[in-house]
């Protein structure tokens, strides 16, 4: 794709890349604490990162970088895991995910915020190259502090890959 073809990709807000997932966790989900595998729900934000990416850019993608991957509270066997991702940064062939996860007490109704992480996907074209993805165009202050925060993580990254070479 030349210069002037990425220029012409359309700017998309962050709530077109939406993505939720709801689940009911059950025991062969869960270890011998009766909670929830970490390695699975670390699975479903990928999935639902490369949903919301996919969403963002209509192009296939692959995970590059999971960054801060936090374990904040355990899901039981019998709760619901909720899982919302939204793309809130793209550079030129990348984009940021933010994945955040919550349990719910499907008898009480009770709700808990579980895990979040920081996913980057790659776009890739049918030879499995790095393709250019829209910018993202965020609207809320929610969604501006999350595209600073990852502007912050993407420059971070810069510098330290520049001062290891």
Known sequence: ????????????????????????????DTNH?????GGKVMAYADK???????????KPVVTVRSDSFEFHAPITAGDA???EASVVCAHRTSMEVFV???????????????SQAHLTMIAVDENNRP???????PETEEEKQHYQFAMERYEAR???LKASK
Request: charged share 25%; net charge positive.
């Open 131 to 137: 393709t250019p993805v829209p910018q993202v165009i």
């Open 33 to 37: 604490h009766g909670t929830i595998f």
């Open 100 to 114: 955040k996860v919550h349990s719910e007490d499907l008898l009480t109704g009770e709700t808990k915020m579980t």
């Open 158 to 160: 810069k510098r330290a």
């Open 81 to 83: 895991i909720c899982i």
């Open 1 to 28: 794709m030349s210069k002037v073809e990425t220029e012409t990709l359309t700017p998309k807000k962050v709530s077109e890349s939406k993505a939720e997932l709801v689940d009911l966790v059950l025991p062969p």
């Open 48 to 58: 639902i990162a490369v949903i919301s990416a996919m969403r963002h850019c209509r």
